[in-house]
């Protein structure tokens, strides 16, 4: 059963865990015992990021396709994020489709495909309140430029069972406009976190009404996008480390791997989960 979106006037997009069991999770900022501030980005080897999108949007009522460019709703909003990209291209949206895939756990998505999938039958270990999850691998990195979380995986999953969606041009009531929702998840698999409402316009704010368009990435998500992706160079001068012309070239320490998982969720308050543990509330 669709839920009614006029109950859920208003959603709140939270980066939340979606299960509290002894699995790993951590938020988009990159959450860890050290800090919840810290960079979660893709290694510039992996840009721009061939994400692969379910066939099932190609008979769905939702993902739009537009004859002037050749591309469906999802491959636009990629589109615009590498607009707002300075340094290259964050996304390959001609990487192609692929057939839906809905395992019975949420973690077997870590395979070899970054994916964008449409789930009839939402998994039980998320909320089915949830409008969407992006969940992601990511492998924390110690460097003398500064630590950060480097992602291995990462997967957009939409929830078709409880939902109804829109790509018309101007919102439908009681429906949430799809390629909106597609935009801003596609800005947390790329690594960015919420702002705050008094950073204002952005994708990427924490709320979203039911028949609200914002099919565009604004000033402060751009700033924010190619400030994570940015090499900055080790300005210290010392003797052993010396200067690095990019942050992936200075010496490193792999730690543990996480599993984060960020909800869009209809409730009121994010909570943010390392291991199991909060970490975070706001």
Known sequence: MK?????????????CMGQKTE???LSTSGASGSGSNLTTRWPASKLPLAVKISTDFNTSTIDSYDETSGNDSIQQMMKLWNTAYDAGTLYNFNAGYIAN??????????????????????????????LAVTQYW?????????????????????????YNYSAAASGVTYKYDFPTVILHELGHLVGLK????????SI???????????????TIDKELINTIYEDTALTAEDPVLGKFSKSEDAPQKRGNVYRGVIELMPSGKCLHYL????????
């Not at 839920?3 to 980066?15: A, D, E, G, Q």
């Open 194 to 201: 919420h702002v705050s409402k008094s950073l204002a316009p």
């Open 3 to 15: 839920f009614k979106p006029y109950i859920l006037s208003l959603i709140l997009l939270t980066s």
């Open 23 to 25: 699995k790993s999770s």
């Open 275 to 282: 291991n199991g543990k909060l970490v975070e509330e706001h």
């Open 101 to 130: 895939y809905e395992p019975a756990l949420a973690d077997s998505y870590n395979d070899s495909t970054v994916g964008i999938y449409l789930l009839n039958s939402w998994p039980a270990e998320f909320k089915a309140e949830a």
């Open 138 to 162: 990511a492998q924390e990195i110690f460097s003398p430029t500064g630590n950060y979380y480097e992602i291995i995986h990462g997967d957009i999953l939409v929830n078709y069972e409880y």
């Open 204 to 218: 990427m704010l924490s709320t979203l009404g039911t028949d609200e368009v914002k099919r565009q990435v604004y």
